[in-house]
């Protein structure tokens, strides 16, 4: 089995816990980007997030340091925004063929997971979309305990 670590992350917490992940399955870590970083205030970046959710807005990605034809099984991180997956998320399962993929997905959130697993199944289909797992932070402070996302991370492994 070859695993890959693929995440988005906007203020750090999802790219800690795939940091984490990496570390314990031994997966290779690849970083989704976009072209343009989002600024501002939290205020600014939150409603501007929730006009691109609810757009469908995809916003344009850097190229992936991954070749994903050469993994079998995708461990997928994104925050949730608007209670579904980052816009930049999006992008990638848009123009990305997941056929015959094992997919992992995890999410972080302040508390408001919403429909984000199964928008990740319905943007992958042909892939086998797992269990994922709802990490709650409280600003940058893990509320969900490291033991509950290890417990998942061993699932994989």
Same mark, same amino acid.
């Given at each position: ?20 992940v990496q ?9 989704i ?19 691109e ?17 050469q ?11 608007w209670? $579904? =997956? ?12 997941? @056929? /015959?993929?094992? *997919?992992?997905?995890?999410a ?7 429909? $984000? =697993?199964?928008d990740?199944?319905?943007m ?6 797992? @269990? /994922?797992l709802? *990490? ?7 509320v ?14």
């Amino acid at each position: 089995m070859k695993a890959l670590v693929l995440f988005y992350s906007y203020g750090g917490n999802t790219r800690r816990v795939a940091k984490l992940v990496q570390q314990e399955t031994g997966a290779d870590l690849c970083e989704i980007e976009t072209v343009t970083p989002y600024t501002g205030s939290y205020n600014a970046v939150v409603d501007q997030g929730q006009r691109e959710v609810n757009s469908g807005f995809e916003p344009e990605l850097k190229p992936i340091s991954a070749d994903l034809s050469q993994y079998d099984t995708i461990i997928l991180g994104t925050p949730v925004w608007w209670y $579904t =997956f980052a816009p930049a998320m999006r992008t990638l399962l848009a123009h990305q063929d997941f @056929s /015959g993929k094992v *997919i992992y997905p995890f999410a972080t959130n302040g508390g408001w997971l919403g429909h $984000t =697993f199964q928008d990740i199944a319905q943007m992958c289909s042909g892939a086998k979309v797992q @269990s /994922g797992l709802n *990490i709650h932070f409280d600003s940058d402070r893990l509320v969900t305990p490291e033991a509950d996302i290890l417990r998942w991370i061993k699932k994989i492994s």
